[in-house]
């Protein structure tokens, strides 16, 4: 499965945006799908998570803010990003992959990778 991750840029703290991952070669719904964040000098971390069994989880930083979802039931993953803040700018990546629910958070569990794209949160 190849992954194509859109939708990055530049906002103004408060505003919102949303983050489209495109698979091709296959479709995801035999996977658990991630959104990680990688910020300049960090480490890669976990932000959403959409079970291929259904329910979403998120990381504390993001709750209440961020929304993961599929569209298109097989292709295509989002993740609703409102009321951004300027510690939420990073490049933001997708993935896929099988790993247990608490492995979840673990990018190393994750089979496929999108390319990234960047999300710049001025404040």
């Known amino acids: 499965v190849q992954l194509q991750a859109s939708g990055g840029g530049l906002v103004q703290t408060g505003h919102s945006l949303r983050l489209s991952c495109a698979a091709s070669?296959?479709?995801?719904?035999?996977?658990?799908m991630a959104w990680f964040r990688q910020a300049p000098g960090k480490e890669r971390e976990f932000v959403a998570l959409?079970?291929?069994?259904?329910?979403?989880r998120y990381a504390d930083s993001v709750k209440g803010r961020f929304t993961v979802s599929r569209e298109n039931a097989k292709t295509t993953l989002s993740l609703q990003m409102n009321n951004l803040k300027p510690e939420d700018t990073a490049v933001y990546f997708c993935?896929?992959?099988?790993?247990?629910?608490?492995?979840?958070?673990?990018?190393?569990?994750?089979?496929?990778w999108g390319q990234g794209t960047q999300v710049t949160v001025s404040s």
């Open positions: 070669g296959g479709t995801i719904s035999g996977y658990e």
């Open positions: 993935a896929a992959g099988r790993p247990a629910l608490s492995a979840a958070a673990v990018p190393s569990m994750y089979y496929y």
């Open positions: 959409s079970r291929r069994t259904g329910g979403e």
